[in-house]
């Protein structure tokens, strides 16, 4: 879907973030484009469970080595995505919600994060990458 096509405007300046980011958005375009009801939550769950794991990690590091000033909210927010797909885990091994339901929540879920982080928060280290040739 287009309207999650990664193009060179979302580029933050490094190749293994970009390389991620654009992981990403592959990951939420194949999942609006799937039938929410026939979507393998554990390997979506575990997908994501790797992206924060790799991705956080090494934006976290990039950040601190250009002396990025909003490091610490930012990393607040990585935190409470990790919380959330450990939300969205027992969530669905307890099955407190139909798996439909957690799939249509996955999908906005990742949309908005796309739009609020991504678009906007990630953007607001490429200056500081550039000055620091990062
Ligand atoms: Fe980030």
Same mark, same amino acid.
């Given at each position: 879907m287009a309207?999650?096509?990664w193009s060179d405007?979302?580029?933050?300046g490094n190749a293994a973030i970009d390389a991620d980011h654009q992981g990403l958005f592959a990951l939420i375009a194949?999942?609006?484009?799937?039938? /929410?009801? +026939? $979507?393998?939550? !554990?390997?979506?769950?575990?997908?994501?469970?790797?992206y924060t794991a790799g991705h956080f990690a090494r934006e976290e590091e990039l950040m601190k080595k250009v002396g990025y000033p909003d490091f610490d909210?930012?990393?607040?927010?990585?935190?409470?995505?990790?919380?959330?797909v450990q939300t969205v885990k027992r969530t669905y091994r307890l099955?407190?919600?139909? /798996?439909? +339901? $957690?799939?249509? !929540?996955?999908?906005?879920?990742?949309?908005?994060?796309?739009v609020s982080h991504i678009m906007k928060?990630?953007?607001?280290y490429r200056d500081f990458i550039a000055i620091n040739k990062a």
């Amino acid at each position: 879907m287009a309207e999650f096509q990664w193009s060179d405007d979302f580029s933050v300046g490094n190749a293994a973030i970009d390389a991620d980011h654009q992981g990403l958005f592959a990951l939420i375009a194949e999942l609006h484009a799937a039938d /929410p009801a +026939h $979507i393998d939550l !554990t390997e979506i769950i575990s997908r994501l469970e790797a992206y924060t794991a790799g991705h956080f990690a090494r934006e976290e590091e990039l950040m601190k080595k250009v002396g990025y000033p909003d490091f610490d909210a930012h990393v607040e927010e990585h935190e409470a995505f990790v919380e959330w797909v450990q939300t969205v885990k027992r969530t669905y091994r307890l099955a407190v919600e139909s /798996p439909f +339901h $957690i799939s249509d !929540t996955v999908n906005k879920h990742l949309a908005d994060w796309l739009v609020s982080h991504i678009m906007k928060e990630d953007m607001k280290y490429r200056d500081f990458i550039a000055i620091n040739k990062a």
